[in-house]
């Protein structure tokens, strides 16, 4: 099951990432019969719970979790949105396989913050802890399963809060810069990939939300990526947190994407 799902509200203020998820999704359109939402919130609404347009989000979530619901699909992959959306297909499909699912975070950001200590109360910043069953009661009702964090490895994270460090550090999360060897033999053979496209060096690729000094180029992305979909039974998996500032990065977008045939 191939879903557009261009949830922006849990990156803050800005919309940026709605319009770009249009741009790739234009240009995917003729290959990919993408499922949709129908009752998608594009508004944002205001700060509750300590999370920022709190009411949007969950109205969207719910609209997702029934989708999926709907649908059964045995695979997920989703051109979104911001990192929150991760919530609804992880956790479902943890639950469709059994909970052996095996999540590959490709990121520059850990996610894993509480709406507590969340220094930018935005959303994104907070769907990890929700999969480890933690976080908002609400948005926790909508996930299908919870994930063990043993169940989850970092891959170009460089970019983290202190109590994102004392989480990681005291359930010895694993954390990989770019080692392919390492990420493959980490994990069994069902796993989704999650990559948001902060992890790239801005130098290469501008069009993100929140821009991260360092992190893997273009090609060394493409490259891991279509290494682990030749290798893993890859259930799901996402392209998110995009703005398509310019033709190349929607272009890249695209040929990422593509690599979830």
Not at 47 to 58: C, E, G, K, M, R
Not at 121 to 135: A, D, I, N, Q, S
Not at 154 to 169: A, C, F, M, Q
Not at 173 to 193: H, P
Request: charged share 25%; net charge negative; aromatic share 10%.
């Amino acid at each position: 099951m191939y879903v557009y799902f261009p949830m922006w509200q849990g990156s803050g203020k800005d919309d940026s990432i709605y319009y770009g998820a249009n741009l790739a999704k234009e240009k995917l359109k003729d290959k990919y019969k993408f499922s949709e939402t129908g009752n998608f919130q594009k508004d944002g609404s205001k700060t509750n719970n300590d999370i920022q347009n709190y009411d949007s989000l969950l109205s969207n979530l719910t609209s997702f979790n029934n989708l999926i619901t709907e649908n059964n699909p045995s695979s997920v992959f989703t051109l979104g949105g911001d990192c929150g959306l991760e919530v609804i297909p992880i956790s479902y499909l943890n639950k469709k396989y059994g909970g052996n699912l095996s999540v590959i975070w490709i990121d520059a950001h850990a996610d894993l913050n509480p709406p507590e200590s969340s220094p930018s109360k935005t959303f994104h910043g907070m769907p990890v802890r929700v999969l480890f069953g933690e976080g908002d009661s609400a948005i926790k009702e909508l996930a299908f399963s919870k994930l063990s964090p043993s169940d989850l490895v970092y891959v170009g994270l460089r970019d983290t809060d202190p109590p994102e460090d004392e989480h990681i550090k005291g359930n010895s999360i694993k954390i990989i810069d770019d080692d392919i060897k390492e990420i493959l033999s980490t994990f069994g053979d069902i796993v989704y990939v999650h990559i948001d496209l902060d992890v790239v060096n801005p130098k290469e690729f501008e069009s993100v939300m929140v821009p991260t000094r360092g992190g893997l180029g273009k090609d060394q992305l493409y490259s891991m990526v279509k290494t682990i979909t030749s290798n893993k039974n890859v259930v799901g998996g996402s392209v998110v947190e995009f703005t398509g500032k310019n033709e190349s990065d929607v272009d890249y977008v695209v040929k990422l994407f593509s690599l979830f045939s």
